[in-house]
C-alpha cells in the first residue's frame, strides 16, 4: 500500500509561479511511475505531468508544456510540479498518483492522495 499526500497549493496570480509537492510512504518500492492530475470545476480529472522510476520517461499535457517541470526521487518517495506562467484555466484541485508506468490515463494509477487546491485570479 502506498500512501501520497500533496501540499503547495494556495491562490495565485496570473502569471505568477507555484510549487506543488507530493510525500508518499509505505510500499513505494511497488511504485513505477508517479504523475499529476487536476480537476477544474465541472470537468473530468485530466492528466497533467508523469514520471517514470528513475527519470527516464516524463510525459506532459500539450496544456502545460513549457511552463510546468515534474520532478521526483529514483525510489519513487517524492514528486515535485513546478508551474510557472499560470493561467486562470489552470485553477483545479491537483492530485498526485502512483502507479505502473508514466501515461496519461488515470487507469494505470493506484493509489492518489486527496489534493490541493490551486486558484489562480486575473
Known amino acids: 500500500q502506498v500512501s501520497l499526500v500533496e501540499s503547495g497549493g494556495r491562490l495565485v496570480q496570473a502569471g505568477g509561479s507555484l510549487n506543488l509537492s507530493c510525500e508518499a510512504s509505505?510500499?513505494?518500492?511497488?511504485?513505477?511511475?508517479m504523475g499529476w492530475f487536476r480537476r477544474a470545476p465541472g470537468k473530468d480529472r485530466e492528466f497533467v505531468a508523469a514520471?517514470?522510476?528513475?527519470?527516464?520517461?516524463?510525459h506532459y499535457a500539450e496544456s502545460v508544456k513549457g511552463r510546468f517541470v515534474i520532478s521526483g526521487d529514483s525510489a519513487m518517495k517524492w514528486i515535485n510540479l513546478q508551474m510557472r506562467s499560470l493561467h486562470p484555466e489552470d485553477t483545479a484541485v491537483y492530485y498526485c498518483?502512483?502507479?505502473?508506468?508514466?501515461?496519461?490515463?488515470?487507469?494505470?494509477?493506484?493509489?492518489w492522495g486527496r489534493g490541493t487546491q490551486v486558484t489562480v485570479s486575473s
Open positions: 509505505g510500499r513505494t518500492f511497488t511504485t513505477s511511475a
Open positions: 514520471i517514470s522510476r528513475g527519470g527516464g520517461t516524463i
Open positions: 498518483a502512483a502507479g505502473l508506468g508514466a501515461f496519461a490515463d488515470t487507469k494505470y494509477y493506484r493509489y
